[in-house]
T-cell receptor, first 111, second 112 residues
Framework: EDQVTQSPEALRLQEGESSSLNCSYTVSGLRGLFWYRQDPGKGPEFLFTLYSAGEEKEKERLKATLTKKESFLHITAPKPEDSATYLCAVLSGAGSYQLTFGKGTKLSVIP | NAGVTQTPKFQVLKTGQSMTLQCAQDMNHNSMYWYRQDPGMGLRLIYYSASEGTTDKGEVPNGYNVSRLNKREFSLRLESAAPSQTSVYFC???????????FGQGTRLTVV
């Protein structure tokens, strides 16, 4: 059974304090890994897709990386507006796809 | 450009009642999805439609039915609501199946 684990569950950072969120996975046949951001009361908002180990993508203060077992979402010099829950989802399967979401990491950035 | 629009935003049902959640997208996407989100759990896929005219079961399809009415619209029906179906429901769409998805604002459903 595919498993996706995000850590930590919650993270409090001071404004400007860089850190990383982790998404570890155990799946058969990785086809892609997605990162989403979700604000309270809203639907998830797409951030990145990574397809193969070694791939990296950046957007403003966010950088996503992928290895064969996990993905990291690095947040550089965060601002209060980066506060949100960050979701990781893994797509796997060779004919019949399976998409598994992690439970998310709730990030709070304190001014 | 509205993106993905869900109706209603909130709903309270009594056990055994039926209802249909509506979803429409204006991005000309081929694929559409219904998810549920429960506290302490990740988003779980209920059903999806890879393209107009097709529907497939996701991880938790029991108790639900779907209809891909046309390319724009994908509805989710609860025939006989149960308290276990209390959840926040999200509709999403993507250009092709299981790529970057755009989500609606969600429907908060309570079954009493």
């Amino acid at each position: 059974e595919d498993q996706v684990t995000q850590s930590p569950e919650a993270l409090r950072l001071q404004e400007g304090e860089s850190s990383s969120l982790n998404c570890s996975y155990t799946v058969s046949g990785l086809r892609g890994l997605f990162w989403y951001r979700q604000d309270p009361g809203k639907g998830p908002e797409f951030l990145f897709t990574l397809y193969s180990a070694g791939e990296e993508k950046e957007k403003e203060r966010l950088k996503a990386t992928l290895t064969k077992k996990e993905s990291f979402l690095h947040i550089t010099a965060p601002k209060p507006e980066d506060s949100a829950t960050y979701l990781c989802a893994v797509l796997s399967g060779a004919g019949s796809y399976q998409l598994t979401f992690g439970k998310g990491t709730k990030l709070s950035v304190i001014p | 450009n509205a993106g993905v629009t869900q109706t209603p935003k909130f709903q309270v049902l009594k056990t055994g009642q039926s209802m249909t959640l509506q979803c429409a997208q204006d991005m000309n996407h081929n694929s559409m999805y219904w998810y549920r989100q429960d506290p302490g759990m990740g988003l779980r896929l209920i059903y999806y439609s890879a393209s107009e005219g097709t529907t497939d079961k996701g991880e938790v399809p029991n108790g639900y039915n779907v209809s891909r009415l046309n390319k724009r619209e994908f509805s989710l029906r609860l025939e006989s609501a149960a308290p276990s179906q209390t959840s926040v429901y999200f509709c999403a769409s993507s250009v092709v199946r299981f790529t970057e998805a755009f989500f609606g604002q969600g429907t908060r459903l309570t079954v009493v």
